[in-house]
């Protein structure tokens, strides 16, 4: 059974910082394209970054070069560091596992708020 556990969120002020994480368990991160969504109310959720299985990283433009996506292969763990957040990075962030076949894996979400 696939599990995807997200943590790390909260509310941080602008230009703060927090490091999201991922824990898997039921699927390989370095096997899998790993992924960091988010969603606000009344929105589509939208691809923050993602992660190959061979690590290549991908990011959606708004977040390029103040988000990074990484993975530790030993821990099971995909993270989502972010830094100098703004107010619109405000939303429910999830983790997403795409294996090579088969269905999406989402996990629960976790709200980040940025907020003074």
């Known amino acids: 059974q696939v599990q995807l556990v997200e943590s790390g969120g909260g509310l941080v002020q602008p230009g703060g910082s927090l490091r999201l994480s991922c824990s898997a368990s039921?699927?390989?991160?370095?096997?899998?394209?790993m992924g960091w969504y988010r969603q606000t109310p009344g929105k589509q959720r939208e691809l923050v970054a993602s992660?190959?299985?061979?690590?290549?990283?991908n990011y959606n433009g708004s977040v390029k070069g103040r988000f990074t996506i990484s993975r530790d292969k030993t821990k099971n763990i995909v993270y989502l560091q972010m830094s100098s957040l703004k107010s619109e990075d405000t939303a429910v962030y999830y983790c997403?596992?795409?294996?090579?076949?088969?269905?999406?894996?989402w996990g629960q979400g976790t709200q980040v708020t940025v907020s003074s």
């Open positions: 992660i190959s299985r061979g690590g290549g990283e």
């Open positions: 997403l596992a795409r294996p090579l076949i088969g269905d999406d894996y």
């Open positions: 039921g699927i390989r991160v370095s096997n899998n394209i």
